[in-house]
């Protein structure tokens, strides 16, 4: 992201989240607050049914696979958490928020789970501004953790909250690998394990190399790569899988799972009539901390 602008990858993240849950009978992941934390103009597009199903279907058609993987690692990250949860996880971990809703959406575990959104501080504060369209009152265990990742790690900025290292936890970081180098994705992964206790989890998403990926897919990735490069946000960071596998291993990480995008089809779009498809090459993984 460019120097003191909130992400606009994130602002579009959520404007697919909001265009997936009015285009679908049957959402993969439903989050009614994703329109109101997008701009003006997405939300003008995602109200108007007419405009939502020609941004949906026309206009961004092309684009429908990584709406797809939008939608799914939000659904997987949350999926896993409902498992932790059940184990007595009471910390929660999303490292680069961006315009993430789920303190809104779950209010019911207000008193039992602490969020800690971790972000830029340009992004949070154009989110915190958004959430005053949404008129409700904030949860009070949502943490706002401001953090410039370019100059300090998730565990200099957790060691700023109230976040407890002697507790388990549970991160997500969804969407940002791709934007990183290799070496700064697998030291955020030691930063994270420097502060957190063993027994944590953590999800993500990376990507695999482009020269991996069949002929009919390089255009998706393509389109992309140029969508992403114009918002002075370019892809950079992709990793072969046993070589993350067992680059975290190296780090004290035990390799619970990963899907890919035929193991993600299986799981979460199976039977769908409208197409729907995650990204070829985008992978979702759940790994936990010590051995």
């Not at 909001?18 to 009978?25: D, F, I």
């Not at 009070?140 to 401001?146: G, I, M, R, T």
């Not at 063993?198 to 389109?223: A, C, H, I, N, T």
Request: aromatic share 10%.
């Amino acid at each position: 992201m460019q120097e003191g602008t909130a992400s606009r990858t994130a602002e579009g993240a959520a404007a697919a989240r909001a265009l997936h849950l009015r285009g679908s009978e049957t959402p993969v992941f439903a989050d009614p607050y994703a329109a109101a934390l997008t701009s003006a103009t997405w939300r003008r597009l995602v109200t108007s049914p007419l405009l939502a199903w020609f941004m949906d279907r026309i206009a961004m058609r092309s684009f429908r696979p990584v709406q797809g993987q939008v939608v799914v690692r939000s659904r997987y990250a949350e999926d896993v958490l409902g498992r932790s949860l059940g184990a007595g996880v009471r910390q929660y971990v999303v490292v680069g928020a961006g315009f993430d809703s789920f303190a809104l959406r779950r209010r019911d575990l207000e008193g039992s789970l602490e969020v800690f959104e971790l972000d830029h501080p340009a992004t949070q504060a154009l989110k915190m501004q958004r959430l005053q369209v949404v008129d409700e009152e904030l949860p009070a265990n949502l943490h706002f953790v401001a953090v410039d990742f370019e100059r300090e790690t998730v565990a200099d900025a957790l060691a700023r909250s109230t976040f407890d290292s002697a507790q388990p936890a549970f991160f997500s970081w969804l969407g940002t690998t791709p934007y990183l180098t290799a070496e700064a994705t697998l030291a955020t992964f030691a930063a994270i394990a420097s502060i957190a206790a063993d027994g944590s989890e953590v999800v993500f998403d990376y990507l695999v190399p482009d020269d991996s990926l069949p002929q009919s897919e390089q255009p998706v990735m393509r389109k992309l790569r140029k969508y992403t490069e114009q918002r002075g946000e370019p892809l950079i960071g992709a990793f072969e899988p046993q070589a993350l596998r067992d680059a975290l291993r190296a780090l004290g990480y035990a390799w619970l799972e990963d899907l890919d995008c035929e193991a993600q089809v299986t799981r979460y779009f199976a039977g769908r009539q409208d197409g729907l498809r995650p990204m070829a090459g985008a992978h979702l993984v759940h790994v936990r901390l010590g051995r």
